[in-house]
């Protein structure tokens, strides 16, 4: 079964628009940990937020935010006030238990057009 | 300061033969992963070291692939006996204790190609 599905394979808005990405993960265990990545069209993989099971605090950076809802198993990522320069592939990911290892949703490519 | 480096950036190899990929991670970091790119698997899991040695494996797909670590600092992954299914871009991560409240930084990384 997936663990993190990301719904979404391609998004295109116009810039100034707000987007949401979805992002839906799958555990049984209490601790966890959930991130989001960006990766431009560099490659290059690029931090953009790490969120643990027991704080369900919606977090704000700037134009991003992420909402955290461990009821429906959710953590999305909205970006307000879209612009190209945001134009990448988005990865949700999950880290649970007692292990390394970190699970991948497919990514959503986010595409900003002017 | 310098980030985490791999090489070759890009490698071409025919079915059969064996490959080395290269990571230098950031200098002082403990922990490195590695992980593949494809089209049709997403991002995958490999391998995390910390220090020398590798407690989770668990994501290497087969015996073809195997990796090391020395020095606590540069890691090598092997894939032995190449197949098509194994092009992908192979990337490398570092992060500072391999906490997972870490950040890991990603490297530019390997794209490989099996003819």
């Known amino acids: 079964a997936q663990k993190v599905t990301q719904a979404q394979t391609e998004i295109s808005v116009v810039e100034k628009e707000d987007v949401t990405l979805d992002c839906v993960y799958e555990?049984?265990?209490?601790?966890?940990?959930l991130f989001w990545y960006k990766q431009p069209p560099s490659g290059e993989l690029v931090f953009l937020i790490r969120?643990?099971?027991?704080?369900?605090q919606n977090e704000i950076s700037g134009r991003y935010s992420w909402n955290f809802q461990k009821s429906t198993s959710s953590f999305n990522f909205t970006i307000t006030a879209s612009q190209v320069v945001d134009s990448a592939v988005y990865f949700c990911a999950l880290s649970e238990g007692q292990g390394f290892s970190f699970i991948f949703g497919k990514g959503t490519r986010l595409l900003v057009k002017p | 300061g310098a980030g985490v480096s791999q090489s070759p950036s890009n490698k071409v190899t025919e079915k059969g033969k064996d490959v080395e990929l290269r990571c230098d991670p950031i200098s002082g970091h403990t922990a490195l992963y590695w992980y593949r790119q494809s089209l049709g698997q997403g991002l995958e899991f490999l391998i995390y070291f910390q220090g020398n040695s590798a407690p989770d494996k668990s994501g290497l797909p087969s015996d073809r692939f195997s990796a090391e670590r020395t020095g606590g600092s540069v890691s090598t992954l092997t894939i032995q006996r190449t197949q098509q299914e194994d092009s992908a871009v192979y990337l490398c991560?570092?992060?500072?204790?391999?906490?997972?409240?870490?950040?890991?930084?990603f490297g530019p990384g390997t794209r490989l190609t099996v003819l």
């Open positions: 555990t049984r265990d209490t601790t966890y940990y």
């Open positions: 969120r643990n099971s027991f704080d369900e």
């Open positions: 991560a570092s992060s500072l204790t391999g906490a997972r409240t870490d950040t890991q930084y």
